[in-house]
């Protein structure tokens, strides 16, 4: 183990043996082993956006093995699904790449203005299939909130004890947010605050935006002028609110975009000090060579071959 993945592990001295060495072992998996860095493949858009939005763009993403063996190809440090995606192909592709099991999940047929996911799966389903973490999302800003982080509160706590990692996918959204404010500078770093409070060990969130959402908030940037203008600066103002860095950071990929912009934003959380990404239809939505490359392309530049 390199000093760079020790000075890493270092950061959560309180977590036990088992947790430690799970977040080890994807943060030493696949083509950016050894970096510091992480690309993961999410396919939990199933349940979340339906199967026809998901898959039908490359129809062999209707075969959850497909998803393994994209992850594997692709030389990703993970591959997070929920409870039947995982069961389906797990068998096939055991111990050839470290798992997250997605352990809540929210489907749209009734789009809530504050909306809570449903408990999905829990530790011992992970613990059975060989998983290294779990992954819950919360919803700061819904009036469901509180609920969630009891939940996941309670998840954590059985999580680290068998010694699983738990990954927290942290996504502002309500009746008391607007649309662009989900996005907004400091909503997003006050949702990365919240998930290391409540125990994350990696924290999932979207690109913010130049937005300042509160009118409190808008005070503060203003009187202490930080930075915000470029992409780069606002990963770096969250990485900072998640304890000064030292939580690993990750950022979501969102809805199809064009290549450039996708390598774009890549740049902008390396240069802004972000741990790296977690893209699902970005990826999956195009046929597995070129999927391939694409996820290479993102790996080069956290790995620094591509500028």
């Known amino acids: 183990m390199n000093d760079r993945i020790r000075e890493i592990l270092s950061w959560y001295s309180s977590e036990n043996p088992g947790v430690r060495t799970n977040l080890a072992r994807m943060l030493n998996h696949g083509r950016l082993g050894g970096t510091g860095k992480m690309v993961i493949l999410p396919v939990d858009q199933g349940f979340e956006h339906g199967p026809a939005r998901s898959f039908a763009p490359n129809p062999a993403g209707y075969d959850p093995r497909y998803h393994f063996q994209l992850a594997i190809d692709a030389g990703c440090n993970a591959y997070a699904a929920p409870l039947g995606f995982l069961e389906a192909g797990v068998s096939d592709f055991a111990g050839e790449i470290p798992l997250i099991l997605k352990c809540n999940n929210h489907d749209i047929l009734n789009d809530e203005r504050d909306p809570i996911s449903a408990v999905t799966a829990g530790v011992d389903d992970a613990l059975r299939l060989g998983c290294s973490a779990v992954g819950f999302t919360i919803y700061p800003g819904s009036s469901e909130r509180n609920q969630m982080y009891e939940q996941l509160r309670t998840l954590a706590f059985d999580a680290k004890s068998a010694g699983l ?74 990485v900072q609110s998640s304890f000064d860095g030292r939580r690993i950071v990750i950022f979501s990929g969102g809805a199809t975009a064009a290549d450039d912009q996708v390598f774009a934003e890549a740049r902008a959380i390396r240069d802004g000090g972000g741990f790296g990404s977690i893209i699902g239809r970005n ?20 790995g620094g071959s591509v500028k």
């Not at 959204?173 to 060990?201: C, F, H, M």
């Not at 940037?221 to 930075?227: A, F, L, T």
């Not at 990826?283 to 060579?289: C, G, H, L, P």
Request: glycine residues 4%; proline residues 3%.
């Open 165 to 238: 990692a738990v990954v927290v996918w942290s996504y502002p959204r309500g009746s008391s947010i607007s649309k662009d404010g989900e996005t907004s500078i400091d909503v997003v770093t006050y949702a990365a605050q919240i998930a290391a409070q409540l125990g994350a060990d990696i924290i999932k969130v979207k690109l913010p935006s130049a937005k300042v959402e509160l009118a409190e908030a808008q005070k503060v940037y203003q009187k202490y002028e930080i930075p915000t203008s470029t992409l780069a600066d606002r990963v770096r103002h969250v």
């Open 283 to 302: 990826s999956f939505q195009r046929n597995k060579e070129d999927a391939v490359k694409f996820l290479n392309t993102i790996m080069d530049i956290y």
